[in-house]
């Protein structure tokens, strides 16, 4: 039977202040949290914004702070995160520029993404790409992100620092410089060297348990720490030259 449970949306248009708008949804077991919007915006208010699409925890879309922390809406039952008799807070991910409501705007996340040159780099033309099952293991959990921008949310550095190339970039890097079919370590190494790079995470862990699929970005950047320690010290000293230009690039 279903159960009444208070919701309080975040809502906001250009122009306006922003408030919390308070819903109450009949819950049903089972239900998601994208269900209750969804029920809110055909039932109770249809200006109610948001974003989704696949509703299986796949394209990345629906990430949102629910009482405070980020998850993915179709990916997280409404009992998962109410307490007992306790309301939801719903508001937009963290550290991203709110275009309205619940949608916020992605793109310094992709920016930064794009910025580490997210692909195989430099392989020999006509190179077959061979790869072992175990070296496929070395990065295969990195190459389940789904750039949901749950780890940006997470993370106390990028709530300071604009500039910092966060755990999903930084994660990505570290992702392509373990696959063995890949040219570009120096390139991406000389990008994470940058003081906005890897040496700004302070290892808080949060962007590994914010993650709905299972990646550990943090892990991937004290990994990445690793390899810039074992470079021998002229390369380091080049990469950190290289660092200004690819610093601008991250915006
Ligand atoms: S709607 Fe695609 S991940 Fe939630």
């Known amino acids: ?104 705007d992605l793109g310094p996340l992709f920016a930064k993404h794009r910025a580490v040159r997210p692909y195989i780099l430099e392989a020999g033309e006509g190179e077959e790409s061979r790869q072992l099952p175990e070296e496929l293991e070395r990065y295969l959990q990195f190459a389940y992100c789904l750039k949901c921008g749950s780890c940006w949310a997470a993370c106390p550095t990028a709530a300071t620092d604009a500039h910092f190339l966060g755990p999903q970039a930084l994660a990505q890097a570290y992702r392509y410089l373990a696959d063995t079919r890949d040219r570009g370590g120096g390139t991406r190494l000389a990008l994470v060297a940058q003081s906005e790079g890897a040496w700004r995470c302070h290892f808080a862990g949060n962007c590994s348990k914010a993650c709905p699929k299972g990646v550990d970005p943090a892990l991937g950047v004290q990994l990445l720490k690793r390899a810039l320690v074992r470079l021998p010290a002229k390369k380091a000293v080049v ?12 915006g």
């Open 1 to 104: 039977m279903a159960e009444e449970v208070s919701f309080a949306v975040y809502r906001y248009r250009p122009g306006d202040k922003p408030y919390y708008a308070a819903y109450s949804v009949p819950v049903a077991r089972g239900m998601t949290v994208l269900d209750a919007l969804t029920y809110i915006k055909e039932n109770l208010d249809t200006t109610l914004a948001f974003r989704a699409s696949c509703r299986m925890g796949i394209c990345g879309s629906c990430g949102m702070m629910l009482n405070g922390f980020p998850h993915l809406a179709c990916h997280t039952q409404v009992d998962e995160v109410r307490g007992k008799g306790k309301k939801i807070e719903v508001a937009p991910l963290a550290h991203f520029p709110v275009v309205r409501d619940l949608v916020v």
């Open 239 to 250: 990469a950190t030259a290289v660092s200004s230009a690819a610093k601008k690039e991250a």
